[in-house]
């Protein structure tokens, strides 16, 4: 007989309230997390989703992929350094576009298709593949969707759409190097010659990405090489962002753990007397301790998939103005750590479990 | 036990005479309790709850214990069921050292050779009558079916076949503490201790409890302490042993008690 399930059973409603509270702990919890990792992905999707081991910036851009400006022939540069196996330029601007009658700013990427730089992520369609053509994340675009840059006049066809490929929070497109070119100097007219922004570079097999990342620095004039996980984690502001957002997710993770923690151990200081009753009777503190445990892993699990369905209804729900996915390893990794983490606070429980004297059955004492 | 010895109890003031001078001496008794004390605390604040008792069960006796509140029965009735520790002293039931048990080894103890019916706390609210005696059956891993039939069984010998579905909540005292009862029976116990059966129960349903608990006990072939402060229920035992301030005297005459 299991005392955990048959108390559940005929405790419905004392068990339904618990659920319900934990649901919207776990449903908290779920939520931030989704929105957190939905806002920093907008934020740096695009260079984290780049298929490139490393980027090389303009050594007075402080990091800032924006904020750098390099002559195109320093690809030759980079790509000459001992242990690159392929370079190539990769452009970014922001700039207003006309997309279905609205004006909305887009952040377009330049990229060539032979060469690393290009973005992933492609849930529908394919890359650019001719001048005139983007792959595009976010914007409400569908394939065969007309974009017009503004001022430049240039006209976009969407061929592909992307997911996990935005920048700074905004519709982004990736055009060919050439388009991107042409669509740079309409935008900005008078420049001698278009600069990139960046070099993308892929690493030979047996080659350390970040050795040759040093070496770009050192061999290249003017130039900074980093990893991409480097050039992502060092995108002014975005450490600060990460380091909020964790904060604010990791508190609501302690506090619902508290929570559901105290939840359990009032239940068990409500039961002390059935407890006594049951030590004294012969029942040993481990499968008191069992039935706690049992409790805590029906409620939480029973709370979690109540928390995924109100999550799954809020992202469909919130205007949030960014893409907002569930992420199922998230997911799963943040109810299993909620599981775990009740579990252990479940032990304020079983230590109040283990200090039961039977002989307090009888009044002896 | 806070329950008052009853107002006409000719309880003497002073303590008795030497308890192992009381005590029969019953070489083949169920139960022996050897020059048992329990002292609480230490040094200035020690206090003697119980001090050197002894006393003999036979198998198949149904026994009395009788003392005011703070005397020391409870005190005595868990050391015997394995609930509390001697600060000296043995007490055996049958060929088993109570008090050389480890905690461990005490909780397997009670759950298959003791049953006990408490005053208080007495049933698992959350489980039916049925389910109380089937519970402590599953301490012992007594087969499923087995104890399906064990506890259907009792709950009929003790009039409550009717009741076995209903929770404790829906119970009167009077069934409740029935069902106390078959739960005590449920593992085939030794030894079934019992503590003031009847102090939630009016006079005539105190009675009928104690002699079904009498004849389950008999019937069975079981030996029985009953921890109580109602004179009028010693009719119904074997022998009757007192405590007071700790000192344990087997009482000869029962039936001067009443006078």
New interface residues.
Partial sequence: ?S?AG??IK??KLRFGLLTGAVSLLVFLVLLLSTLSGALIGALVGALQGLRTDGLVYADFARDNIAASRMEPSVVDAVAAVPGVANAAAVGTFTTAADIAGQQVDVQVFGFEPDGPGSPSGLSDGRLPSAPGEAAVDGGDVAIGDTITLDPAGTDLTVVGLLRGAQFNAIPTMYVDLDTYVEAAAATNPGLPFVPINAVAFAVQPDADVATVASAITSDVPGVKGYTRDDAVALIPGIESITQSFGILVGLTFIIGIVVIGFFFLILTVQKL??F?????????TGRLAATVAIQITIVVWLASAIALGLTLLAVRGLNTGIPVQLDPQLILTTILAVWIFSLLAGLLSIRRIARID??S????? | ??DPIDATSPVPDGPGPAPSADAPTRPGALLHVDHVSKV?GSGHTAVTALDDATMAVDQGEFVALLGPSGSGK??L??II?G??SATSGTVRIGDVDVTALSR?EL??????R?G?V??????????TAR?NL???A??VKTPKKAAQQRADQLLEELGLADRAKN?PEQLSGGERQRVAIG?ALMNDPDLVLV?EPTAALDTALGRQVVQLLRREIKDRGKTGIMVTHDLRMVEYTDRVFEILDGHLTHVEEPSALKH
């Fill in positions: 007989m005392l048959t108390e005929r405790a007397k059935p006594t009753l049951l030590r004294a009777i012969g029942t040993g039977p002989a059955a009888v009044g002896a004492r | 036990m806070n609480y409870t005190t009735i868990s069921g609930l509390l461990r909780t397997r103890f009670r759950a298959e003791v006990f408490f005053q208080s706390a007495n049933l698992v609210p959350f489980l389910e089937l519970y402590v599953t301490l929770l739960r503590d």
